[in-house]
């Protein structure tokens, strides 16, 4: 039988434990957000001629530096060092030069469709359906992306890739959107009543079950 300190320090420790209604109230907005910028990059990138690659560039380096800050925060230091380094890598190239914000997506953009390929396959299952879609999109971008440098030379490549890039970009927002919706509708969802006479002020102390064992 728990004691009435386990008892207590069990009800504080639930008190303390977020939700899934508190968890997806802070997350939806977070999810939202993300899902915007990945669309307004992917239209930047269309719209703004010679300066639409860097900023795209810039943009996905900047969120990846993000995410790599949040994953050291976590304490998985491989990824975040390895999105971090890449994200500012990214964002570096993007502000120094235009001709290197071409090579990068031009070589970039098939390979991250590779490695997202890879990572799907080895999920299995439902996912690994996905993985094999994808794997054959990767391969015929790469074709595209090659034949296009070959025959009318890199920079035609490389806007080539800077559209690509955009449409997987917007393509991407899809889904973040999506959950940040589902997770909306959770947030919303009504608190579950407590029984009738329960005021709340028991569940520190392991409920009311926990005040009577140490009454």
Do not use: F, Y
Not at 153 to 172: M, P, Q
Not at 193 to 203: H, I, M, S
């Amino acid at each position: 039988m728990a004691t009435p300190t386990a008892a207590r320090t069990a009800g504080r420790t639930a008190a303390r434990t977020p939700t899934g209604q508190e968890a997806a109230r802070r997350a939806w907005p977070l999810r939202a957000a993300l899902g915007i910028v990945l669309l307004l990059l992917a239209m930047a990138a269309v719209v703004t001629g010679d300066l639409g690659a860097r900023l795209l560039l810039a943009g996905l380096g900047l969120l990846a530096a993000g995410r790599g800050v949040a994953e050291l925060r976590a304490g998985s230091v491989p990824a975040g060092l390895l999105a971090g380094t890449g994200g500012a890598a990214a964002i570096g190239v993007a502000a120094t030069s235009a001709a290197m914000t071409g090579w990068v997506l031009l070589l970039g953009v098939p390979l991250s469709l590779l490695a997202g390929a890879g990572a799907a396959l080895a999920r299995g299952g439902a996912a690994r359906r996905a993985g094999t879609a994808l794997l054959v999109w990767a391969l015929l971008v790469g074709g595209l992306l090659a034949a296009t440098a070959v025959v009318q030379g890199a920079a035609r490549g490389a806007d080539v890739a800077t559209v690509v890039a955009a449409l997987a970009t917007g393509l991407a927002a899809v889904p973040v959107l999506v959950a940040a919706a589902g997770l909306r509708e959770v947030a919303r969802r009504p608190a579950p009543a407590r029984p009738l006479g329960c005021g709340g002020c028991a569940c520190s102390a392991g409920g009311c079950g926990g005040l009577s064992r140490e009454a």
